[in-house]
């Protein structure tokens, strides 16, 4: 077994029995849920470098994570996660080690890859602009060390 979504508010507990799960209410699907507001094929449950992933399946009522819907892109279930699938909740349980992982997590964010890392500045990458900081165009005055005509700087080595 390489886990199992435990139903929030009690029920049986659905065993994770393969390495790629079709979760939806027809009987074709690998984990069926027989309830009206849940799609044909809903949601695909798969495991990728000893995580397990969802991808949601163009469903008409959604796959959320934690409370916050997935979309379309593939979203990452870390063990104690919660998952809804329409409006019925489950509880992840698994051991990443068990299923071959080996450190941390990868990195949800596609946006952590080099080329995106290093195409940004710090600033935007934070959210913020030259602005926010009293940068140039904030009405700030740009000190020039070199010149001591506004006196800016005190050089100790000028005579007094």
Known sequence: M????????GGDTVPMVKRSLLVGRRESCDIV???S???AHHCQLSVNGGYWYVKDLGSKNGVKVNGVRIG???KLLEPGDELAVAKHHYTIQYAPYDLGAVGLPPAENREETPQAIFGKSLLERAGLSKSDIGGRDAGS???DVLNNEAGQIK????PV
């Open 33 to 35: 849920l027989r309830f």
């Open 141 to 143: 005055r740009r000190f």
């Open 155 to 158: 050089n100790p080595n000028d």
């Open 72 to 74: 379309t892109s593939e």
């Open 37 to 39: 507001n849940v799609s």
């Open 2 to 9: 390489f886990g199992e979504l435990i139903p929030m508010g």
